[in-house]
C-alpha cells in the first residue's frame, strides 16, 4: 500500500482533471468598485446646464446670492437629498442646526446647485443622501458696508 504522500499528487491530479472538463470556471476580476464620493463648494455663479461652479468662494458678503454646488463621481441614485445648515443659535449661544430641508432631485443626475441668500455669520452646510453619501463645508458670510 503506497503512502498518502506518494498518493498526493495522483489525487490532487485527478481533482484538477475533473474541474477543468467539468465546465466549471473561476473568474477572477481584478476591477475594484468604485466608492461613490460628493463634494460641495461655495460658488457665485453657476455654468450653462450645472457644467461647474463659477468663482468658488468659503467668504461671501452678506446679502449677495450664492449656490451650494455639489456633485458626485456617481448618479445620486435617489430622489431626495437632505441639506442641514448649522450656526449660532441666537438664544444658547451654541452651535445648533438651524435649518432641516428636504429637496427632490433627479436619481440620474450628479450635480445640483441651490441659490441662497443667507444673513452674516459662519455656517457648516450638511448634505446628506443617506447610505453614508454625505459632505459638510464651512462658509463665513461677512457683514456687508
Not at 48 to 68: M, S
Not at 72 to 77: H, I, T
Not at 130 to 141: F, N, P, R, T
Amino acid at each position: 500500500m503506497k503512502s498518502f504522500k506518494q498518493l498526493y499528487p495522483v489525487i490532487l491530479g485527478i481533482f484538477l482533471a475533473v474541474f477543468l472538463f467539468s465546465g466549471y470556471s473561476c473568474e477572477f476580476s481584478t476591477e475594484k468598485e468604485e466608492t461613490q464620493t460628493l463634494d460641495l463648494v461655495f460658488a457665485m455663479d453657476v455654468a450653462e446646464g450645472l457644467a461647474e461652479p463659477i468663482d468658488v468662494r468659503d467668504e461671501i458678503e452678506e446679502g449677495v446670492d450664492f449656490y451650494l454646488y455639489f456633485w458626485s463621481n456617481q448618479k445620486f441614485g435617489k430622489d431626495e437629498v437632505t441639506i442641514t445648515i448649522y450656526g449660532i443659535d441666537e438664544s444658547t449661544g451654541e452651535i445648533a442646526a438651524l435649518d432641516v430641508s428636504t429637496f427632490d432631485v433627479d436619481p440620474e443626475n450628479d450635480t445640483m446647485a441651490i441659490a441662497l441668500p443667507m444673513p452674516s455669520g459662519t455656517y457648516t452646510f450638511e448634505i446628506d443622501f443617506g447610505d453614508g453619501l454625505s459632505v459638510s463645508k464651512e462658509v463665513y458670510i461677512y457683514p456687508s458696508e
